[in-house]
Structures are given as structure tokens and as C-alpha cells.
């Protein structure tokens, strides 16, 4: 029997957020959210001007300077928190309908991945916040020396539309837990589960003006970024905007952390387990639609083994379930949108024309939405622009490469460094790999495991800073020194 249909949400909240009021922009200008599995328009919602944004700042400003959230209890900020993570728990259903709604991804991956990771990030951060302490520090003479860890102000925060409210999660965590009041702007092609988690936060009783929501397009995150009432910036997207944004940034001189796109070597060596790596290879890549900064879009393999791992992973990619994202059977939904749709076909014209085998897939699926079908190919080599840009799509590139000598050079052969991972049985093999690779995280014989705990971001254009863990708590502090004399 075909499993029921989730029902689409009631969508709760088309307002934006300031200083705990939920408000039209002022020029009265508003925006679509259009649904990517039929094209027609979901809600409309504000686009925020530099008017908004300026009310926002100081309505964040104000929630800092004069509190109560980094001078209250720190105690009582975690148990507000953690309030706020047992809310979404206690609406994951509808938060999931949501995020599945506004992006297009399968309901069972905003239920079973992004929800539970965004709850538990937020729980990670609620237990950080009364475990931020300083150092006392043994200095000449006769003095007494400390630090203070103090959160760093009023945070804007700018994330993209992948992952939307796991994007919100990790930036709200650790810069709640330090004590920082937020200006968030989601992306414009998914601006829903922002304001409902929002609304959410209020009804937890964290206080006005600590979160606050401006939805808009890039002008709107550009007039976060320039307005001097905002200490740190924190951003998720392209590499381009991040250049954008450093210049911007420039000017008020702003504390910047930036997790950007990459294209992960996936690697996997004669010796490994094959049919976990054809498994770790699939999910590595089409989870989310491949909509993933950290999605293994290079796919080596070991050329003794290449024709059999082919056969196994194009076998793969034929089960996978298109189809309404509110299925609970469906594993691969629509692209986000149709700039996105239109290019990663024109990547997959590409990869045909520059002589790449298409194995699989290599064109739209259905005639409505933006569904993409996965797509495989293989013998592709090094210079190929699928196999050295960013695709963000459905789209598998597997090259061979012939043994170990070579292919830390070849995976380093990018721009980026996201991530990467290893399939075998050696350890050393691995250890190798894992220490000589330039990436931010390494898998081994997994792909994609996330945890809060685990420090997740980027070398080179992939990134600055990190996110999650401890580390992600010095985003949001600065360090004081106080030395006191004691003559
Ligand atoms: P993507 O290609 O994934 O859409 P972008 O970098 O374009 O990535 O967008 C990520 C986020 O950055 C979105 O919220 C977008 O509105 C915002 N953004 C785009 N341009 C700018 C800019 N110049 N300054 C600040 N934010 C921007």
C-alpha cells in the first residue's frame, strides 16, 4: 500500500522580526517564496530595506547593551535555549512540513536529518553557555592577571537555503551561548522556517531584540554587513559574495566567519568495502539533491576496481525515488530554484560536450518543477569543468585514478577545501590520506557525518573559521585581560 502524503503546514508567520515585533518592511515592498515542485507562489514575505536593517541593529543593540541576555544568569540563557530546542521538538512535524515546503527537500530528510541536528545543536550551545571561562595567568611582578571571555556584541548572521533551519541552528547556538543579540537574514528563496523558528525562540521567553529576522534579498544582507552597529559578521554561501562581503566588512573592521562551498574528493582505494563506499558515494553526493557544500563531487576511484564500482554506483543512483518531496518514499526532490535548475543542466551540457561518459540520468525529470534526474559520469578527468566547479546538483563525477602516489595531488588540485573522505582498509593508507589532504573535516569509511560537537568548515576558498564544537564559540567572544596590582 502506497504510504499517505504528509499534508503541506499552515504557514504561521509572513512577517519579519524586530525587537520582538513582528512587522511589514517599511517600504511596504514584499517578495515570493515560490515552490519548487510546481513553480506556483508559497507566501509572500517583506523585503527588508536599510531602513529595517537599521531597526533591527538597534533593537539588537539595544537587547545587548542595556540586556538582560549576556548579564543574566548564564544558566538561565542555556535553560532558554534549551526551551527553544524543546519547542522544535515539539513541532518537528510542522517545522519539517515547512522546510520541505519552501525548499523542496524530502519530508523524510527534514525529519530524520535536519530537524534532530538542528534541535541537538541548539541543546550542544545551551550547555556551553555557563562554561565559557577565562585563564588566570602567572605574569611578572606582583599583580594578578585573568581572562574574561565576553561575547563580542551584536551578530549578523547570513545563510543560505540548503539546509535553512540547520543553517539558523548553528549560527544561533554558539552565539547565544556567548551572550552575542543576532540580526539573521535567511535566504530569499527560503524565508519561512527562519520566522517560525523565530516565533518559536519568543514563545521559549528569550527576550526582545535578541533574535531578530529581516528577510530580503542580498541587499539586505549587504546592509547587514555595512551597518556599523554590527560586531561580527557569520556567513554561509558562495565564495563570490564572502569576497563581497570581506570588502564590505572592511570598512568597520568586523569580525568575519565564512563556511563556503567546495568540491570534495571522494576517494575510494581498491581495498575498501565496496559496497559501503557505493553506498557512501551515493548519499555522499545526492543528499539534499546535492545541494551540499561538503557533497563528494569527486568521485575517484582506484583504476583496478573502476568498471565494477561503476556498474554498482549507476545501479545505485537508478533507485533513487523522485518525486513529491511530501512522500514519505521519496529520497531526491526538487532544485531549490530555477537559476539553480538551469544551472546544473547547463553543467551537465557541459560535461557531455567536454567528452565525459554520461552513464545516467543527464536531463530534467518531469515537465513541472525543477526536478533534476541523478545523473552519473563516469572517465571524467581533471580539467573538465564538472569535475573542477561547484555543480550543487544531482550530478556525479567519477574520475579513475591510478594509485596512492598520485592522488593527494590530484584531490588537492582545487580551490576548495571542504572536506574530503577515504574508502579502505589500510589504516595507514588512511591516516596518509587524512593527514595530507587540505580539507576542514575527513571522513573515513563514512560520508557526511555531522555532529554539534565536531568542528566543521573550510581551507582555502571553502572557508574561514568554524563552525560547531567548541571552536565555534570563539566566533562570538572576544578575550579581555584584566591585571590587577597586588603591591
Ligand atoms: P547561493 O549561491 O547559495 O544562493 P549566495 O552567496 O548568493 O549563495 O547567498 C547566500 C546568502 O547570502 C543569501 O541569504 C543571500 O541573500 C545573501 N547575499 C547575497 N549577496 C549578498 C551580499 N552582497 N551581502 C550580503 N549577503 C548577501
Redesign the pocket.
Known amino acids: 500500500m502506497a504510504a499517505a502524503l504528509i499534508a503541506p503546514p499552515k504557514i504561521r508567520q509572513t512577517n519579519m522580526l524586530i525587537g520582538g515585533k513582528w512587522q511589514e518592511s517599511r517600504s511596504g515592498k514584499r517578495f515570493k517564496s515560490i515552490n519548487p515542485v510546481n513553480e506556483q507562489v508559497i507566501a509572500e514575505v517583506p523585503e527588508g530595506s536599510e531602513a529595517d536593517v537599521d531597526a533591527a541593529v538597534k533593537a539588537a543593540r539595544k537587547a545587548f547593551e542595556s540586556g538582560p541576555w549576556h548579564t543574566m544568569d548564564a544558566r538561565d540563557r542555556g535553560r532558554l535555549m534549551n526551551k527553544l530546542a524543546d519547542l522544535m521538538e515539539a513541532n518537528l512535524n510542522e517545522l519539517a512540513a515547512l522546510e520541505t515546503l519552501d525548499n523542496g527537500k524530502p519530508i523524510s530528510d527534514a525529519r530524520g536529518a535536519d530537524l534532530p541536528l538542528a534541535i541537538d545543536c541548539l541543546r550542544y550551545y545551551a550547555g556551553w553557555a555557563d562554561k565559557l571561562t577565562g585563564d588566570t595567568i602567572p605574569i611578572r611582578g606582583n599583580y594578578f592577571c585573568y581572562t574574561r571571555r565576553e561575547p563580542v556584541g551584536v551578530a549578523g548572521q ?4 540548503n539546509f535553512p533551519i540547520l543553517m539558523a541552528a548553528w549560527k544561533w547556538g554558539p552565539a547565544l551561548a556567548a551572550g552575542c543579540t543576532i540580526v539573521m ?4 528563496q527560503t524565508p519561512l522556517t527562519c520566522l517560525r523558528m523565530a516565533e518559536l525562540a519568543q514563545e521559549a521567553g528569550i527576550p526582545d531584540g535578541v533574535i531578530n529576522v529581516v528577510t530580503g ?2 541587499d539586505t ?2 546592509a547587514i ?1 555595512r551597518h556599523p552597529g554590527v560586531d561580527k559578521i557569520a ?1 554561509t ?2 565564495y563570490e ?1 564572502a569576497q ?2 570581506m570588502v ?1 566588512a572592511a570598512r568597520t573592521l568586523k569580525r568575519i566567519t565564512f563556511e563556503l562551498g567546495g568540491k570534495s574528493p571522494n576517494v575510494v582505494f581498491a581495498d575498501a568495502d565496496l559496497d559501503a563506499a557505493v553506498a557512501g558515494a551515493e548519499f555522499g553526493l545526492f543528499f539534499n539533491q546535492g545541494q551540499c557544500c561538503c557533497a563528494g563531487s569527486r568521485l575517484f576511484v582506484e583504476q583496478s576496481i573502476y568498471d565494477q564500482f561503476v556498474e554498482k554506483v549507476v545501479a545505485r543512483a537508478k533507485t533513487r525515488q523522485l518525486g513529491d518531496p511530501f512522500d514519505p518514499k521519496t529520497t531526491q526532490g526538487p532544485q531549490v530554484d530555477s537559476d539553480q535548475f538551469n544551472k546544473i543542466l547547463g553543467y551537465i551540457d557541459k560535461g557531455k560536450s567536454e567528452g565525459a561518459e554520461c552513464l545516467t540520468g543527464g536531463a530534467r525529470f518531469g515537465d513541472k518543477g525543477y526536478f533534476i534526474q541523478p545523473t552519473v559520469f563516469g572517465n571524467v578527468t581533471d580539467e573538465m569543468s564538472i569535475a573542477k566547479d561547484e555543480i550543487f546538483g544531482p550530478v556525479m563525477s567519477i574520475l579513475p585514478f591510478k594509485n596512492a602516489d598520485e592522488i593527494i595531488e590530484r584531490a588537492n588540485s582545487t580551490y576548495y577545501g571542504l572536506a574530503a573522505a577515504v574508502w579502505t582498509r589500510d589504516v595507514v593508507k588512511a591516516h596518509q590520506f587524512a593527514a595530507k589532504v587540505r580539507a576542514g573535516t575527513v571522513w573515513v569509511n563514512c560520508y557526511d557525518v555531522f555532529d554539534a560537537a565536531a568542528p566543521f568548515g573550510g581551507f582555502k576558498f571553502s572557508g574561514m573559521g568554524r563552525e560547531l564544537g567548541e571552536i565555534a564559540l570563539s566566533n562570538y567572544t572576544e578575550s579581555k585581560t584584566v591585571t590587577m596590582s597586588l603591591s
Open positions: 547570513i545563510i543560505p537555503w537574514k535567511p535566504a530569499e534579498y542580498g544582507g549587504a554587513v556567513f554561501g558562495h559574495t563581497k562581503i564590505d
